[in-house]
Structure formats: C-alpha cells, structure tokens
C-alpha cells in the first residue's frame, strides 16, 4: 500500500509564505509525477501545479511567479507559496503519480489534504 501525506498549511496573513510538503510512504521504490491541486470553499478543485519525471514543471496562471513546485527526494515534494493572496485559500491536495513498486506501477494516489487559510 501507499500513503500520500500532505502538512504545511496554516492560517497566514496576505503577503506571507507557506510550505507545503507532500510525502509518500509505503510499499515503493519512487514517485514519478507529482501534483497538486486546490479546492477553495464551495468551489471545484483545481490543478496548481504538476512536476513530471523529467522534472518539468507547470504552473495555473495565477500563481506564477508566486510559487514554486519542487522535489526534495524520490518521494517528497514541496510546494513554496509566496505573496499569498486571500484568493490562494483552499484545501491543498496532493497528488502523486507513476508511482514504482516492487509490483508494477501505480497511478494516482491522493493525500488528504492541508488546509491554506490567507486572511488579515
């Protein structure tokens, strides 16, 4: 079995920063791909973020330049947000894909979630 773990999220005034981190932990070798998505309150979830094997790394439009996707070993990633916006509140998820296992590959793992509050 595999776990997805998110943890950072907090409550931050607009302007400041947060990191999230994403683990993986379990029966696996690695993980290949990574995303993270959003929900905001009473709306649909969102794609942030994705990182590819080849460490390609995309962005939604609104937070370019503001936050940064990045990998720290085979199976955590960080997702540094800077200049919060109250707009940047929601529920961060994390996804992890390609996962390497002793018996094959395995998709689409999901964390449960860390909550990201942006208010003065």
């Known amino acids: 079995q595999v776990q997805i773990v998110e943890s950072g999220g907090g409550l931050v005034q607009p302007g400041g920063s947060l990191r999230l981190s994403c683990v993986a932990s379990?029966?696996?070798?690695?993980?290949?791909?990574w995303a993270w998505y959003r929900q905001p309150p009473g709306k649909e979830r969102e794609l942030v973020a994705t990182?590819?094997?080849?460490?390609?790394v995309t962005y939604v439009d609104s937070v370019k330049g503001r936050f940064t996707f990045f990998r720290d070993s085979a199976k955590k990633v960080f997702l540094q947000m800077n200049g919060l916006e109250p707009e940047d509140t929601a529920v961060y998820l994390c996804?992890?894909?390609?996962?390497?296992?002793?018996?094959?590959?395995?998709?689409?793992?999901w964390g449960q979630g860390t909550r990201v509050t942006v208010s003065s």
């Open positions: 996804q992890a894909d390609q996962i390497a296992t002793r018996n094959g590959p395995l998709y689409n793992y």
């Open positions: 379990g029966n696996l070798f690695s993980v290949n791909a």
């Open positions: 990182l590819n094997d080849g460490n390609t």
